[in-house]
């Protein structure tokens, strides 16, 4: 299940993380924003926060964000935030990338780049850093937006070679699922700009294919689709025509409508739909 990082009372979030796992999911994701919208009324809390309260409240799920904007992140402090998540949660880190949104309210006013293009390239650069500062050898990284000099960090993630990564992108772009494909995971989602519908199991065999000429081999690739379901059987119905298709995780995505914190207590109790 993946639910906002809105409100104001980072405990709540970790009653929820417990509900979901004693009630059968296989994992928390929460959101990564600043600011969401320009008149959005509620509060917007940190998404490691929130999640460190979680793996205190949970032993099983895996957790992580859906999605985190690597471009406007600091790589040494977003490689310490992880690895401190993955170690106190027994290794259960799931880290979600992509380029963020909405690039005005939740970047550009804030200071950071709006560009799609420059972000997609400090993307890149930030993604390969992190994965040089977890290895805790010494490292150098020289691009165009990120520099380090010889720099060692320690400790590394619990998780060997490293946490598992799952890139956030829009459909039918390609180029960033060509990103994704050397990652181990894509979580897409319909351009809703040049479509105005959600993905359907056809458009996931669509982006698979290009994916597996990419990888060569789509095993232990993951696909992770959003969406809601309807509890029990109609809902499992639903889920298994993407599975089908080749998704591999169906998150119960849960939108900031109404009172949707009690909307996602209630979801999560009733359980997966089977």
């Known amino acids: 299940m993946s639910v906002p990082c809105f409100g104001e009372d980072p405990r709540m979030f970790g009653r929820l993380a417990r509900e979901i796992e004693a009630a059968g999911w296989d994992g928390f994701f929460v959101w990564d924003h600043i600011r969401w919208r320009t008149h959005w009324p509620g509060g917007v809390l940190d998404p490691w926060i929130l999640l460190c309260v979680a793996a205190t409240t949970t032993s099983r799920i895996k957790l992580g964000t859906l999605v985190t904007p690597p471009a406007r992140r600091r790589v040494a402090k977003l490689a310490k935030e992880t690895v401190t998540l993955d170690r106190l949660s027994d290794g259960r880190l799931v880290l979600g990338v992509g380029l963020g949104w909405p690039p005005d309210v939740d970047f550009g006013w804030l200071g950071d780049e709006e560009d799609n293009r420059v972000r997609a390239a400090i993307f890149e650069e930030t993604m390969e850093a992190l994965v040089g500062l977890w290895s805790t050898e010494p490292f150098s990284y020289h691009g165009d937006h990120i520099r380090i000099e010889e720099v060692q960090l320690r400790p590394g993630p619990l998780q060997q070679p490293r946490p598992p990564v799952w890139v956030g992108a829009k459909w039918p772009n390609r180029r960033p699922f060509v990103r994704a494909a050397q990652w181990d995971g894509i979580v897409p989602v319909m351009d809703t700009t040049k479509h105005d519908r959600a993905l359907s199991p056809n458009d996931v065999r669509d982006l698979l ?63 997966p739909s089977r």
């Open 209 to 271: 294919e290009l994916i597996g000429e990419q990888r060569g081999s789509l095993d232990g690739y993951e696909v992770v689709l959003g969406g809601r379901s309807e509890v029990g059987t109609e809902g499992a119905g639903r889920i298994a025509a993407f599975a089908e298709a080749g998704v591999t995780w169906w998150i119960e995505a849960i939108q900031p409508e109404g009172d949707w914190f009690a909307d996602a207590a209630t979801r999560a109790g009733a359980g």
